[in-house]
């Protein structure tokens, strides 16, 4: 249990920086998600918080302590590495013993047999405790690679990717086993992945990552309803939230907004129109989820936008639409028995309670109408939650 | 159908391609059988028809009992053995070293080391032979097992720096995170798995080693005599004792045929495991 | 244009691997498949690695040969024509593009490998380029292409000549997410421009839903439905089917039929949790009866607790933006419900959970099939 703290790391391979000047602070018992696209510096930071990666700036602290000098091994932490690094001639036994038999973490063989065993059992691998990793399905392996993180008390839990090689069927299982065993761990957790699912599933905090720097921080509602920018929007939700621009102009004391054609408007909430005044009535960028469009296969007059099918997805239980309107392309949400022709004509309504709101030039975001959306759940703080931005 | 014709087709096919396989095998192992046959051969029949012959134990009895064979034997052991174990004492570590770790001219390095191998003997012995006699190296067991390294090292470092790129750097880090110093690291996760390639390659750079002849031939004189040069003991002044020739050369083939046949498995696995590289 | 017909088609290979000197039945990795496509059709071959798939499209093409059975185009049997008389067009995974050759030249090989008149030539081009977005990459060289531009150009090439039959061997997987959906949509837009028949092979249930118009679902060899998306996602025949479409995937519970009260209930193994049988199921069951209970997550409601509802305890609550998953254990095994609403639940709350009759699905644990409701 560990409170981790990064203070304005910097980190250059070559000519290419990874990290630039970052700053973190991962609270005692908090499971904190790395967000972002491939490439973003994730395992990068990962390695640096675990002293594999020394960074040219900044410092990594732990409890307070600062460790840039301390080796990998005295620092306490225990990782799962993305593509797992099993030991191929240790059994599975032996390679969740492994940690507790070096002379640094060294136990009795009977801790080590019940600490295996616990771990195993909730991990439900204890019938392969003999078999060698090139004996198991990927599934399996990566379940012990968890084990071996799990089976000591470090001071904080470092995952990188660990349902990244995964399919489908099989992620969606790991994430909710993890899920379960959330509330067992009791350590400090850092976990690093690409799917916005497991980091909004799993995550107290996530922190988006994007070229070495931190687009924005907080709970996955956060992340999800008040984007900070139109890179975190875009990462968030299935299908991408739709983002188009729009002209805010003034129609007999109401402020509206002249999207896609000169003949089209929406009208947005109260609540927005003074921000988008002070941003001086320039055009913004506007963005709905596919989810607040309703569509239709006739005209039925004022506030439907006609736009053209580009695509039509049935995808299980629900089907994307993919619409043209002028020259954006829209992703609208359907029921799954939803038929439609491509290229014929479709009309769209827009629900104008709950578009967000970005700066054209900066894709910032201006703000967001006030509109129905779940009341955050809160979860008891231990403390005041510090978080530096670059 | 048709696939009656194929498979009749295919059998005539195989048995073309066996009988060709034996027919090659034969003609490669010609030399090899001549050589057995004439260990057994009396001088006085040896320019006679192959096969027919009264087989003699007397050439065995003269070469094992008459000369001091096995003293050279023993140091051909003793020479191609200590000259692979430091191939591997300080090979592997340049294997580590060349794969884990990026420097300046690293591939012109490797490359250097690898050209070892392909440099022609005699081209080096001559210069080597002055320098040893001024330093004092001529006919010394450790000026043999030192130029040796010439042939055994560059193909231990390749085998085995190919087996070091193929582990993952990540199984090092984990176990460092474990608690794990750097030699038990070394020695608990890397060694095993290295273990086909060392040996297949250890074992391969013994057979160089004791084939040798070129570095023994000019580099030393009586104290150390390897078994390539002792046959050639056995031309004497008058005539070539083709039998007391063709016995040394069968016994110091022995111990390679025996090596090869127990690791023959290993040997192409071992090699081509860690050397496919794209 | 081609209508293409399979009949008990079956492919083994010992007569390759000799290695393998055991001539069973379980040798064939193509059993018995017979299936037909009307012409224009866009048929997906989709199932799990190994599952035959790729064997299949292979022996429609002309790569493999046919142990058993029959293919036909239109009214003739293609057996034992050579691949290039067939008229099919063919795009496989990895590019294959000639590097030396721009991407012009690329297209026009074959059209020029077959004499046909230059001018001919660049019409065809012409018109395919824009199909799949190509037509301002015509001077490049393939070593100046991303992986998707590579992969709009072969797929180009193999429809340039007009085939009747263009065969696609999991053509996206290299690709990476928007590269692949972008590059879903052109090929969906250009089989909806030049209507030729398309098999594609893939084993992303996802892709195949969403491009065609049925889906050939393969395991072991053996063909396991076949039918439009919204055919085997709502009525899958078997369990494999069931478990395989539909991303989350369907729940499926192993339970025991208990009579109580003359109603019957599914009961779960290491569970106190009961569920009623909806009313149409009652007359094939009986009681002590295994069956395989399947449900999706979107079809298990969340009410407040009417007398229809079965009470349980909620294990995990994900909140997704979208759309809010609850987990509930029954037994061993976590069943998924997925919500729009936006209530949150706390784990150990106890929620209500209602089954929509038609949208439950009983399987048989032996043989894995659709436990049908007699009439």
Known sequence: MAQIELENITKRYGEKTALDHISLCVRDNEFFVLFGPAGAGKTTLLKTIAGIEFPQEGLVKINGKTVNQVEPMNRNVSMVFENYALYPQLSVYDNIAFPMRSRLYKKDEAYIKSAVDRVTKMLNISNLLDRRPVQLSNGQRQRVAIGRCLVREPNVFLMDEPLAHLDAKLRHFMREELKEMQSSFNTTTIYVTHDYMEAMSLADRIAVLNNGKFEQTGTAHEMYYEPANEFVAKLFGEPEINLFPAEPYEEDGVLKLRAFSKDTSLIPRGDVSAALRENGGKTVDVGIRGADIDFSFENRGDGWVRGSVYACEPIGNKVIVTVTVAETQVRVVAPNSTKAELDSDIYLRFHTEDLLYFDEMTKESIGRSGGKRPAEKTKQAEGVVETWHS | ?278 | MAQLTLRGVCKRYDAEKKLFHKKKESNLAVRDLSFSCSDGEFIGILGPSGCGKSTTLRMIAGLEQITRGDIYIGDTRINDLMPKDRNIGLAFEDYALYPPLSVYDNLAFNMRAKKMSEDEIDKSIRYVAPLLKVDDLLDRKPTALSGGQKQRVNIARAIVRRPGLLLLDEPLSHLDGKMRQTLRHEIKRMHHEIKCTTIIVTHDQMEAMSLADRIVIMKDGELQQMGTPLEVYDDPANVFVAGFIGDPPMNLLPSVIAELGGLFFFTFPESEIRIEVPQRYQKALHNGMEVILGVRPVDILIDDGSSFSTPASVSIFEDLGDERRVGVRVGGQLLNITTNDSAYYEKGQTIHMSFQAERTHLFDPETGERIHVPE
């Open chain 2, 1 to 278: 159908m048709n696939q009656n014709k194929r498979t009749a087709g295919s059998l005539l096919g195989a048995l073309g391609r066996n009988v060709v396989l034996i027919v090659y095998a034969l003609f490669a192992l010609f030399p090899l059988i001549w050589m057995v046959l004439c260990s057994f051969k009396s001088d006085v029949q040896m320019y006679n028809t192959v096969f027919r012959f009264t087989p003699t134990l007397e050439n065995y009895r003269n070469v094992l009992f008459g000369t001091d064979y096995f003293r050279a034997f023993f140091q051909n052991l003793l020479v191609s053995g200590v000259a692979v174990v430091i191939t591997i004492v300080a090979g592997v570590p340049i294997a580590y070293a060349l794969a884990r770790y990026d420097f300046r001219k690293k591939e012109d390095v490797a490359f250097t080391i690898l050209s070892f191998k392909f440099a022609p003997e005699i081209l080096v012995c001559l210069p080597v032979f002055l320098i040893f006699q001024k330093i004092g190296l001529y006919d010394t067991y450790f000026g043999l097992i030192w130029v040796y390294q010439l042939v055994t090292m560059p193909l231990v470092i390749w085998v085995v720096r190919g087996y070091f790129e193929d582990i993952s750097v990540e199984i090092e880090q984990a176990a460092e995170l474990d608690g794990y110093r750097w030699y038990e690291i070394f020695l608990k996760t890397l060694v095993p798995l290295i273990k086909p390639g060392l040996v297949a390659a250890g074992l391969l750079a013994f057979i160089f080693a004791w084939n040798d002849f070129t570095f023994p031939l000019i580099l030393s004189g009586f104290n150390v005599q390897t078994i390539t040069i002792t046959s050639m003991r056995y031309i004497a002044s008058d005539t070539v004792h083709y039998g007391q020739v063709a016995v040394a050369a069968t016994i110091a083939v022995l111990p390679e045929v025996i090596v090869c046949l127990f690791i023959q498995k290993h040997l192409v696995r071992g090699l081509s495991f860690g050397a496919v590289k794209g």
